[in-house]
């Protein structure tokens, strides 16, 4: 009978113990859950005002310009500009 409820008093000193750590786990889990969360809301703003800055950066009016301005490139004249035209494959056509 002594070795029955030492037994028992084992399996719930156990059971315990397994309780304690299952909850210190739980608490670890959610403290990185949000420690992500955050980070992931930190890498959005920063997704959001790089492809605004790259909207600014990639504007017509300020390409033209810095490839005037630092470039030198200038816009050819009507009379300057060729225009090639490629011929389309014919689609089934083997190449021979």
């Known amino acids: 009978m002594n070795s029955v409820v030492l037994l028992l008093a084992f399996a ?7 309780v304690v750590e299952s909850k210190h786990d739980t608490r670890r889990l959610f403290q990185k859950i949000e420690q992500l969360r955050d980070e992931r809301d930190a890498l959005n703003v920063d ?13 017509h009016s ?3 310009r810095i490839a005037r301005d630092q470039l030198g490139l200038i816009r050819p004249d009507a009379r300057e500009i060729r ?5 389309q494959r014919v689609s089934g ?3 021979e």
């Open 93 to 95: 056509a083997s190449d």
């Open 83 to 87: 225009l090639i035209r490629l011929e």
């Open 62 to 64: 300020r390409v033209e």
């Open 47 to 59: 997704w959001s005002r790089l492809r605004l800055e790259q909207g600014a950066l990639a504007t």
């Open 12 to 18: 719930v000193v156990a059971s315990a113990l397994a």
